[in-house]
């Protein structure tokens, strides 16, 4: 089964900074299309869309993270990161990194699909997940 793999959770204090890696399998995505994601499931809720990015470099993030994290991936040979500064109590959680091949960040909202009429089959592949700790 293919998956892709976080690391970089810890703890750390409020205020601090920590950097998540997403690593996926060399030949994922061919051709060089994807979107990727950061999702997370904090303590009591349903697993939300954190930020997203395709291959032409879009962006996309929720509103109680932007400007606070930066997701990024420099080809798709690289790993995707997702570096979170000025971090809160309530950023404490499971965080996941999911890919979806020839998939596209979705307008207005942290998460990847295929365009309208797209020949490709959807895909998700999840990783299992590095947890998050900030304590006030």
């Known amino acids: 089964q293919v998956r892709v793999e976080e690391s970089g959770g810890g703890s750390v204090q409020a205020g601090g900074s920590l950097r998540l890696s997403c690593e996926a399998p060399?030949?994922?995505?061919?051709?060089?299309?994807?979107?990727m994601a950061w999702f997370r499931k904090l303590v009591g809720q349903e697993r939300e869309g954190v930020a997203a990015?395709?291959?032409?470099?879009?962006?996309s993030y929720i509103d109680s993270v932007r400007g606070r994290f930066v997701i990024s991936k420099d080809g798709a040979d690289n790993p995707l990161y997702l570096e979170m500064s000025a971090l809160k109590s309530e950023d404490t959680g499971t965080y996941y990194c999911?890919?979806?091949?020839?998939?596209?960040?979705?307008?207005?909202?942290?998460?990847?699909?295929?365009?309208?009429?797209?020949?490709?089959?959807?895909?998700?592949?999840w990783g299992k997940g590095t947890m998050v700790t900030v304590s006030s």
């Open positions: 999911m890919a979806v091949p020839f998939g596209r960040v979705q307008a207005g909202s942290p998460r990847c699909g295929l365009v309208p009429g797209s020949r490709y089959q959807y895909r998700e592949i």
């Open positions: 060399g030949d994922m995505f061919f051709p060089r299309v994807y979107c």
């Open positions: 990015i395709d291959d032409d470099g879009t962006t």
